[in-house]
């Protein structure tokens, strides 16, 4: 777990160096809720699984918004 976050928040300093800070803040924060979906699909105990379909729904409106995000931001 230490390797895990010492590599996330050196990619986050990273970041912030290339790209506006409100975009990678952006990025970093929506994609937590996709990194829990991902352990739960890896079978981490502690993950909380998807209640709903709405969220769901909520989820894949968040991936989708942060594809858009990284695209925009990549392409200028």
Same mark, same amino acid.
């Given at each position: 777990?230490?390797?895990? &976050?010492?590599?996330?928040?050196? $990619?986050?300093?990273? $970041?912030?160096?290339? +790209? !506006? ?5 952006? +990025? ?7 990194? +829990? =979906?991902? $352990? ?5 105990? !502690?993950?909380?699984? =998807? ?7 909520? =989820? =894949? *409106? *968040? *991936?989708?918004?942060?594809?858009? @995000?990284?695209? +925009? &931001?990549? @392409?200028?």
């Amino acid at each position: 777990m230490n390797i895990s &976050t010492t590599f996330v928040w050196i $990619a986050y300093f990273f $970041a912030l160096q290339m +790209i !506006e800070p409100a975009v990678v803040f952006t +990025i970093f924060s929506g994609l937590m809720p996709v990194a +829990i =979906l991902a $352990a739960v699909w890896f079978g981490v105990s !502690e993950a909380s699984p =998807l209640r709903n379909r709405v969220e769901g729904f909520g =989820l =894949l *409106v *968040v *991936v989708l918004a942060i594809a858009y @995000l990284c695209a +925009i &931001t990549m @392409l200028g």
